[in-house]
């Protein structure tokens, strides 16, 4: 059994690798087998601890669990990461263990190259102002993620509820070569922006759908329970709104409540990644329509980067094997 740790994994997965192979993954159909199993525990403190594992099994070729750990306060209390995950894959003719993956570098890359799919798809090709909203440890991903998707893009903006970590985050990204700047009026910069990208925890929204400008395209990846929301009840209604699997529809606050109170019916869920990919279904029609698309993930998501991670790896190895 091999480890891929963090290292490795990023050096795999660059994003335009990995989108591509998620597009083209995105053209076949889901894992025969999958699921999402989410436990908790109630936290005095703010957002409950959770244990979340997804299971994916495609019958001949791979297994996979993933195991996610969320305890919100690690940081403060303990100074130790709050979300930390391990991926186990098996092979799928003989169910043995084949490979321990670093469950963290892997969540990065898979959910931002996730957005960054349905950014090449949905987004204006013109696109040249980014606003991140969130500054947490999968927000720089996001970033070079959708440069990677819209490489027009000149100005980056940096929003956080704590502003001195939008200004570390913005540090970050200059010394990785981009230019990006934090800033403290949210909706200011919200109705300046071509593409949205917001990955928070946030239980009340924060994101106006009144100020987003035409053309817009709004990529929501926090919210994962239905207590969370990102966005208000004025970005479903302006917005034309995708998913990346129509699952997502049935656990996030961005959709639980609003249906339930008639805001939108299922039938404004206009197409998944599944359906955009496969082209049966339209994408952006018009340059000054606005786009939303949830970022719900899933075990099939887990599925498709590992296996294609396992596979470069293994490809990279038997190429060092024969040329020594």
């Known amino acids: 059994m091999e480890l891929i740790d963090a290292k490795r994994v990023h050096d795999l997965l660059d994003f335009e690798g990995l989108i591509a192979a998620l597009r083209k993954a995105h053209m076949g159909g889901m894992p025969k087998q999958s699921d999402r199993m989410m436990y908790s525990e109630a936290n005095p403190e703010g957002h409950p601890n959770n244990l979340i594992i997804l299971p994916a099994w495609e019958p001949h070729e791979g297994i996979l669990a993933k195991l996610v750990t969320v305890f919100p306060n690690n940081v403060a209390r303990h100074g130790v990461s709050n979300v930390n995950s391990i991926y186990a894959f098996m092979n799928g003719e003989t169910g043995l263990f084949e490979t321990i993956i670093d469950g963290e570098a892997m969540i990065f890359r898979k959910t931002s190259s996730d957005s960054a799919l349905g950014s090449t798809i949905l987004s204006r090709e013109d696109a040249e102002t980014f606003l991140m909203i969130g500054a947490g440890g999968l927000a720089p991903y996001l970033v070079q993620a959708h440069l990677t ?165 293994n490809e990279r190895e038997f190429s060092t094997t024969c040329s020594s």
């Open 149 to 313: 998707a819209r490489p027009r893009i000149k100005v980056v903006k940096i929003w956080n509820r704590t502003h001195e970590n939008a200004v570390k985050l913005a540090h970050r990204l200059a010394d990785r070569g981009m230019t990006a700047s934090a800033v403290e009026d949210l909706d200011a910069a919200v109705a300046s922006a071509d593409i949205i990208s917001s990955a928070t925890m946030a239980t009340t929204p924060h994101l106006k759908g009144d100020l987003l400008k035409p053309g817009a395209h709004v990529d929501l990846v926090g919210s994962y329970t239905p207590q969370m929301r990102e966005s208000d009840d004025e970005v479903l209604r302006r917005a034309t709104i995708f998913v990346d699997h129509r699952q997502t529809t049935e656990r996030s606050g961005e959709f639980v409540g609003p249906l339930e109170r008639g805001v939108i019916s299922s039938d404004d869920i206009k197409a998944d990644l599944f359906e955009l990919c496969q082209n049966r279904a339209e994408g952006r029609r018009s340059a000054d329509e606005i786009t939303m698309m949830k970022n719900g993930g899933g075990s099939h998501m887990d599925y498709f980067v590992a296996k294609y991670l396992v596979d470069c790896h």
